[in-house]
């Protein structure tokens, strides 16, 4: 599903897939909403730096890093004080930073993603880490794993 995607890209989104499956498979454990809060800044923070390798300029590794380092911090306090608010921060950053990205690439299927990233912190605080969550975080994860169209539907009618 990212074979067309730059490497860069596929890196973060690879392990963004990683870090929801692992919120998905601590469901039946009872233990997804503290799962989510400390594991949802950083996936979100990883499709950031995928959005930004794919539509605009690739952020260097030592900012990758550090914005890294600094979601897990966010979600590690979230978890262990069980503020929400702190992992929702990097959700917030991470979500408007990829849909800027898909609107200066002319992408509206990442704008929407990172709006659907931007619900599932919203969805998170909410309800927990139930069905809408998941849903939400699936389908930001596919929309930036989605090859862009070479061609429009206009374009082929024509």
Do not use: H
């Not at 995607?5 to 392990?15: D, E, G, M, S």
């Not at 590794?61 to 608010?85: K, Y």
């Amino acid at each position: 599903m990212t074979g067309a995607l730059p490497a860069r890209a596929r890196l973060y989104l690879r392990f963004a897939a990683v870090l929801f499956a692992a919120i998905a498979v601590s469901v039946p454990l009872g233990i997804s909403d503290d799962v989510a809060l400390f594991l949802l800044p950083l996936a979100a923070v990883s499709l950031m730096i995928a959005a930004l390798a794919r539509f605009a300029a690739p952020l260097p590794i030592f900012i990758a890093t550090l914005a890294l380092v600094a979601s897990l911090a966010g979600g590690m306090s979230a978890m262990l004080w069980t503020i929400p608010v702190l992992a929702l921060g990097p959700v917030i950053l991470a979500g408007l930073a990829i849909v800027a990205a898909g609107l200066n690439g002319t992408a509206v299927m990442a704008s929407l993603a990172g709006t659907a990233l931007l619900g599932s912190g919203l969805a998170l605080l909410e309800q927990g880490a139930g069905n809408g969550f998941l849903l939400l975080c699936a389908a930001a994860l596919v929309g930036l794993a989605k090859p862009a169209a070479r061609k429009s539907a206009l374009a082929i009618q024509q």
